[in-house]
């Protein structure tokens, strides 16, 4: 990026800022209305609290305030791929929401497509993309080929659930009956099942609450209050998904 193009950005984050809310929501709303598939790979109940749709553009707004010096924000790239690469998030879609942002700052701005300052965002959102899609690429790529390990998602039936409490229990086991990767207590992997009422698949994260050393995991869901027309995996999970069903698993991941 030129001089000029980071000044464009850095004087435009403020304003941004300013205009977060409206930002972002109208961000999602582009977003998932042209591109209905994604609704399968946000987490709908983590929009519905308006917590995820800030992360992403806070991040793009921290970002180009840092842009002289990338560095700062090494720790928050590495989080962000980590989250990315458990929900199996791949670089083709960072077009897809590389224009929407970039529609969604002219509309706040009210400057045309064509305007310099789209075009500085355009390359300041490229380049933080290009950051991350390297880091996820060479992340994809650890996973995959630790012993047992693999990338995107992997099916596994569900081999017992077991209620203890207010947690219950889910053994997952994957059916092509091979080596999994281990796991430390506090990895976590993202669990897919279908919503069946809505039509869409939703993932969310697991932490494992210990070692998991075997040729099976084990998850503790409970259930969660939510609206009734706001999809919960762990609900579904509790009334949906019996012994013997099968999920979708991403491979065991953790912040260092
Ligand atoms: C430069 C581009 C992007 C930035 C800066 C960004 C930033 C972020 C941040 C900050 C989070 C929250 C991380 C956390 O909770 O620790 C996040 C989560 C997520 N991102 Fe991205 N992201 C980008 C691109 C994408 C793309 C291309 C996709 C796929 C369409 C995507 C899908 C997601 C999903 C599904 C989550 C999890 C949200 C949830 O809680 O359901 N992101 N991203």
Redesign the pocket.
């Known amino acids: 990026m030129n001089e000029q193009a980071i000044a464009t950005v850095k004087a435009t984050v403020p304003v941004l800022r300013e205009n977060g809310v409206a930002l972002t929501s109208y961000f999602y709303k582009r977003m998932l209305g042209n591109h209905p598939e ?1 609704k399968n ?3 709908l109940s ?1 929009q519905a609290t308006g917590r ?1 749709p800030r ?2 553009a ?3 707004l921290a ?1 180009a305030e840092n842009i002289e010096d990338p560095s700062k924000l090494l720790k928050a790239v590495d ?2 791929a980590i ?2 690469v458990s ?1 199996d ?1 791949h670089p083709d ?2 077009a ?2 590389g224009t929407n942002l970039l529609h969604s700052i002219s509309e706040v701005l009210e400057l045309p497509m064509d305007h310099d300052v789209i075009t500085a965002w355009e390359q300041a ?1 490229g380049q ?2 290009n950051i ?1 899609i390297n880091r996820e690429k060479a992340l994809y790529h650890e996973v995959a080929t630790k012993k047992g390990g693999w990338s995107g998602w992997r099916a596994f039936k569900i081999s017992a659930k077991q209620q203890d409490g207010e947690h219950t229990t889910f053994t997952l086991v994957p059916t092509d009956g091979l080596a999994i990767t281990p796991a430390q207590a506090g990895a976590f992997i993202s669990v897919k099942v279908a919503i069946a009422d809505q039509g869409i698949e939703q993932p969310q994260q697991f932490s494992f609450e210990q070692v998991q050393d075997n040729a099976e995991y084990h998850i503790q869901v409970k259930r969660e209050l939510v609206d009734a027309d706001v999809p919960s995996v762990s609900n579904a999970l509790l009334d949906h998904v019996q012994v013997g069903d099968t999920v979708q698993v991403t491979a065991p991941l953790s912040y260092h």
């Open positions: 994604l790979v946000f987490n983590h995820q992360a992403l806070a991040a793009v970002y989080r962000i989250k990315h929900l998030i879609q960072y897809i929401v959102y933080l993309a991350l």
